[in-house]
């Protein structure tokens, strides 16, 4: 089974600064997807990013980008030019390729505050 | 393009009494899934439908949860009787096929009293 693993409970970061939240994942599989979820106060989980793991370049949206190193299971979300609108809870998640198990599968999530 | 819709957003229920909630999913979307998410932990899956057909609800307890999507649309997640354990919060989510892109909702905050 897969596991998804964000050994951060929280973090904050200076408005305008740069910040990284960490994931590692275990999977036997070689094909998969990767995800990075936002969900505020108000609960709408939000897409924040995807990668396809056989994908080699990692994925950016605007000020959102992704380190994903495969071979050390790592997914890594960098937020650059942080805003107040970016504190919420992010989630990262595994999901398989096979029709069969499409389930997302999160880690416990990071709650990350923003300081004006 | 509306997002998923659900309601209701929160429900406040005594230990023992029924519970439903109900998801409308993004139009288009065959694929429908229910989540549970305990406090401060990430979602975890209870059930998914392709269209009407519940094709993964392993998750799902039988005992007590019950769920459908009769037409293949709107979907209701039903538990009875509620126990103190079941306080949580119930996301829907759906995708245009299994293996796109899900789309959540604004869950329903359920507390058992």
């Known amino acids: 089974a897969q596991t998804v693993t964000q050994s951060q409970p929280e973090m904050s970061v200076q408005e305008a600064e740069t910040v990284t939240l960490s994931c590692t994942y275990d999977?036997?599989?070689?094909?998969?997807?990767l995800f990075w979820y936002k969900q505020p106060p108000s609960r709408q989980m939000i897409l924040v990013i995807r990668?396809?793991?056989?994908?080699?370049q990692n994925a950016t949206e605007n000020r959102f980008s992704v380190n994903f190193q495969k071979a050390a299971k790592s997914f890594s979300l960098k937020i650059s030019d942080s805003q107040l609108g970016d504190a919420a809870m992010y989630f990262c998640a595994y999901r398989s390729v096979t029709g069969a198990n499409s389930k997302l599968t999160f880690g416990k999530g990071i709650t990350l505050s923003v300081r004006p | 393009e509306a997002g998923v819709v659900q309601s209701p957003r929160y429900k406040i229920i005594e230990k023992k009494q029924p519970v439903a909630f109900w998801c409308n999913p993004i139009s288009g979307h065959n694929t429908l899934y229910w989540y549970l998410q305990n406090l401060g932990q990430g979602p975890e899956l209870l059930i998914r439908?392709?269209?009407?057909?519940?094709?993964?609800d392993s998750q799902l307890p039988k005992d007590r949860f019950s769920a459908e999507r009769l037409k293949g649309v709107d979907s209701t997640l039903k538990i009875q009787p509620a126990e103190l354990g079941d306080s949580a919060v119930y996301l829907c989510?759906?995708?245009?096929?299994?293996?796109?892109?899900?789309?959540f909702g604004p869950g329903t905050r359920l507390t058992v009293l």
């Open positions: 999977t036997s599989e070689s094909d998969y997807y």
């Open positions: 990668q396809e793991a056989y994908k080699q």
């Open positions: 989510a759906s995708s245009k096929a299994t293996r796109d892109t899900q789309y």
């Open positions: 439908y392709e269209n009407e057909e519940a094709v993964d």
